[in-house]
């Protein structure tokens, strides 16, 4: 039996008992049947009954609802798309590149209105998000990204300079700020199983442990999704299924799943929480190639992640913990805050995150007929968007023309990763790049 407490302090700390749901069992019909119990899986759920209640949606998940990247990543409800907006603006164009960031403040704005809306318990806080340049390199892709902006005719990001962060904050670390207001920070496991709850009261039917393990056309134009005990045959298929993607044939080679790691400290006391300022308690970025990302819990530890990735061979999804990634994690919270010498850590974890070739997220279709979408590529980003994305499958299934449906990434062609072992070495390669580039320009 998984401890699932034991895959983030997030999870560990959810106020009630994890209880799975009866598995699949025997075969099932239904309209909908959607594969993968985190945001994107539970909202897409929640709006097909919103927008037609007579659906009958079956959601199965291989554990529990949350037990992915929605309940252990770093708890960030933020406005980037993909990576930076200089990289989306170069993948694609400037018009395409506004149009994600504009989606995304949409996307943040949303998931505000959900938790609010339904009185989601997660520690919600709508304190913000700073970018912080920490280097002269850092500054400049910062003053990029601000020049971008300015170009698009776009306000909700304020310039916080030098004196302004050092009367935020007790560091020197900070040269450059990019403050979004609309942003906030909340606890990623809770809003997970209040989006469950949310979908259930709906009147979505969810199984949980229940890993899939083959899915297919059924011959009638419809799917069939097969469980060890269980099977649905339903009109259309929605596979949320973002990192944990690689385990099917069909979307191996979509994304690839790197790993993602969080340290947590024991709560500051008072005094130790004064050094430091950040009365603010706005969720934090650095702008390197590998970042670090870091905020404050409800009851005042700090959380730090990123610093670098762990790399899986294929369908390896077994790399949540790096001991020296842990580490560094540590050390750099006291490089930050100096003051915090001999800050205490209780807690260290990991997990997926989907990489799409491109680095741009994807809503897409397996097929002509366009009865199957999948959702992938967020790279780390995704607690609002797959809130977002969720709305706008369920508007693509049930006929919908909104501008969410017209948005230039639904339906776009994926680059596909190269097969085998030259994934695993391209992966490393990048990866090296971007360490290599960190040490020299952006640390």
Known sequence: MTDYRSKSWWLETLPETITPTPSLQGNQTADVTIIGGGYTGLSA???????NPNLEVRLIESEVCGYGASGRNGGFSMTLFGLTKGITQFRFDDQKARAAHLYMEQAVDYLHEVITGNRIACDYERSGYLLVGTSPA???RIEHDFHIMERWGLGGVQRWGRSQLLAEFNTDKYQLGWFEPR??????????????QLAEDQGVRIYEQSPVVRFGRD????????????????????LATNAYSVLFPELRRLQYPAF???????PLSPRQYASIGWQGRMGIEDARDLIHYYRLTADHRIAMGGGDVSIGYRTDLSKDLNVKIFDHLEKHVVEVFPQLKGLRFTHRWGGPVSVTLD????????????KAIFAMGCIGHGVSMTTLNGRTIAELITGQQTERTEMFFVGRKVIPWP????TYGLVHAVRGFMKLEDALYYK
């Open 45 to 51: 759920g929640y709006h097909l009954k919103r927008l």
């Open 419 to 422: 097969p085998g072992l030259l």
């Open 260 to 266: 993602t790691h969080i340290v947590l400290s024991e």
């Open 183 to 196: 942003c906030g920070i909340l606890n990623p496991a809770r809003l997970a199983r209040g989006l469950k």
């Open 359 to 370: 680095m741009a997220p994807v809503i897409g279709y397996l097929g002509e007929d366009k």
């Open 219 to 238: 011959g009638s134009g419809g799917f069939v999704v097969e469980t060890e005990q269980g099977r649905i045959q339903s009109d259309r298929l929605v």
């Open 138 to 140: 850092q500054v400049k």
